[in-house]
């Protein structure tokens, strides 16, 4: 069974960084990766995916300050965030699927472009 374990959680003040990796026990290398979010009482929604092609997608919100990469190892997904704000507070989780290429409503989970999924890391940051 595919795993996706997610790290690098934590808490920060406004402005801070963190990276979050995302390790799989199975090569995505060629394959959709993403990174979701869900805040307190709210929604899950996508964040930021990389397609099959090395493409890169991000939300509006975190355009410019986040980025998606693989590792060279193939199994890993990170997720560089920086100038992180108090809104950016929430439940990080990594998720994969075995398709090359992803719909234009990929950040909505319900869309079921992503079937695999984490068990998710915690960033808070303070103003």
């Known amino acids: 069974q595919v795993q996706l374990v997610e790290s690098g959680g934590g808490s920060v003040q406004a402005g801070g960084s963190l990276r979050l990796s995302c390790d799989s026990t199975?090569?995505?290398?060629?394959?959709?990766m993403a990174w979701f979010r869900q805040a307190l009482g709210k929604e899950r929604e996508g964040v930021a995916a990389?397609?099959?092609?090395?493409?890169?997608t991000y939300v509006d919100s975190v355009r410019g300050r986040f980025t998606i990469s693989r590792g060279k190892d193939k199994n890993t997904l990170y997720l560089q965030m920086d100038d992180l704000k108090p809104e950016d507070t929430a439940m990080y989780y990594c998720?994969?699927?075995?398709?090359?290429?992803?719909?234009?409503?990929?950040?909505?989970?319900?869309?079921?472009?992503?079937?695999?999924w984490g068990q998710g890391t915690q960033v808070s940051v303070s103003s």
């Open positions: 199975y090569d995505y290398s060629i394959y959709i």
């Open positions: 990389i397609d099959g092609y090395g493409a890169p």
């Open positions: 998720a994969a699927d075995l398709r090359r290429r992803y719909g234009g409503n990929w950040y909505d989970p319900q869309a079921g472009w992503f079937g695999s």
